[in-house]
């Protein structure tokens, strides 16, 4: 069971697509879903119950992006909480299960 926490410190994630998930996956990861951006119906959650993420590799100055989704970077952006993803994959070259990326919280 993976938990919330990595040995490293850092939070589990698990990427899903937008099938009913609910926050939490099975092992205590959390369940997150990339944001369909200024189209999709913004937020930090999604319908299914997974955290909306956005990608970037630049510094942010904020936690959300403006759609509301959680800003994620592979890069280490600047003021950004690591997770690890202990399974699925944000695809386009983005990080696998196992990797560390960065990941911005809100309000935890």
């Known amino acids: 069971m993976s938990g919330f926490y990595a040995s490293n410190g850092s939070i589990n994630v698990t990427v899903v697509n937008t099938a009913p998930?609910?926050?939490?996956?099975?092992?205590?990861?959390?369940?997150?879903?990339?944001?369909?951006?200024?189209?999709?119906?913004?937020?930090?959650?999604?319908?299914?119950?997974?955290?909306?993420?956005?990608?970037?590799?630049?510094?942010v100055n904020t936690r959300r992006a403006?759609?509301?989704?959680?800003?994620?970077?592979?890069?280490?952006?600047?003021?950004?909480q690591p997770i690890t993803i202990v399974s699925g994959s944000f695809g386009g070259g983005s990080p696998t299960p196992g990797s560390n990326a960065w990941f911005f919280l809100l309000g935890i």
């Open 66 to 80: 403006p759609d509301g989704s959680l800003y994620v970077s592979s890069t280490g952006a600047f003021g950004a």
């Open 21 to 59: 998930h609910g926050v939490y996956a099975a092992d205590g990861s959390i369940n997150v879903t990339r944001s369909l951006g200024p189209s999709g119906p913004g937020g930090a959650y999604s319908p299914s119950g997974a955290w909306y993420v956005t990608n970037t590799s630049s510094p």
